[in-house]
């Protein structure tokens, strides 16, 4: 059988995948994988044996209990890794579908499971406030700060730099050459200065338009996206604390800092 028809013989039957699902946790008798798949032992049976045919599972002949074998424990990781996504783009599907994706590379997206135990905070236009208060909460009980925005708050300067100071919080940041400019421009020479000559801060300018903002702290993933009509969406807001989820914004930042060059 070849790589689709494997694919197709066990997305297909429900059974055959709670049964990968059931041995993946280590070998079970033929009774333990009923009590846990909630079939009949007939059609346990019969998954049974379509999985050793392909062989996904094997038995043991001492002990008469099943086990994955290493190409089917293979299999069943790429299952996992495929149902999780899914999980993640159906649960986040209108965000999605809303947003301009471009500015996550194809090999983030791939990942895009790893944020499935996120929430997303959305807010009416009559109060902006709240994924941002939600967002300042957050970094205020980091212990290092990692982000990219295109985009300029008037009161995140500000607050990250409370946190640099007071805190000594690591801090680095990937800006486009325009925020950057302004942020110069706004900012008085003296902070600028000081955050010149301290070790814990690093500002990046990258050229080209990200096209995503976003923050991973030791604490949280925060991920904000533009429309796409090129304006970034103030309201929407996605927010993680799994380790996967910030594992997958740590990547997102060094994708974009090798494209980036430190001014600070």
Not at 67 to 96: A, M
Not at 216 to 228: I, K, W, Y
């Amino acid at each position: 059988m070849n790589s689709e028809n494997v694919l197709k013989m066990i997305v297909t039957s429900n059974v055959r995948y709670k049964v990968l699902l059931a041995l993946s946790e280590g070998a079970k008798s033929l009774g333990e994988i009923q009590m846990q798949v909630g079939s009949t032992k007939s059609t346990i049976s019969h998954a049974l044996s379509d999985l050793e045919d392909e062989n996904l599972i094997t038995q043991d002949s001492e002990t008469k209990k099943y086990k994955l074998t290493n190409v089917g424990r293979l299999i069943y990781l790429q299952i996992k890794h495929i149902t999780s996504s899914l999980e993640s783009i159906k649960r986040f599907e209108d965000f999605w579908l809303s947003h301009d994706l471009s500015g996550i590379p194809e090999e983030l997206l791939v990942r895009i499971g790893d944020l499935k135990d996120s929430e997303l905070h959305v807010t009416a236009p009559e109060y902006l406030k709240l994924p941002h208060e939600i967002y300042i909460e957050l970094i205020k009980t980091s212990k290092w700060i990692k982000g990219v925005s295109p985009i300029l708050f008037s009161d995140y300067p500000q607050e990250f730099l409370g946190l640099a100071f007071g805190k000594e919080v690591d801090i680095e940041i990937i800006t486009t050459r325009s925020v950057y400019n302004k942020l110069i421009e706004l900012s008085p020479q003296e902070a600028v200065e000081k955050v010149k000559n301290i070790s814990n801060v690093k500002l990046y300018v990258v050229e080209e338009n990200p096209k995503v903002a976003f923050t991973v702290t030791n604490n949280f993933l925060s991920l904000g996206l533009f429309l796409p009509d090129g304006t970034y969406d103030m309201m929407s807001d996605l927010i993680s604390k799994s380790e996967k989820a910030k594992r997958w914004g740590i990547d997102l930042f060094e994708y974009y800092k090798k494209r980036a060059k430190r001014v600070i």
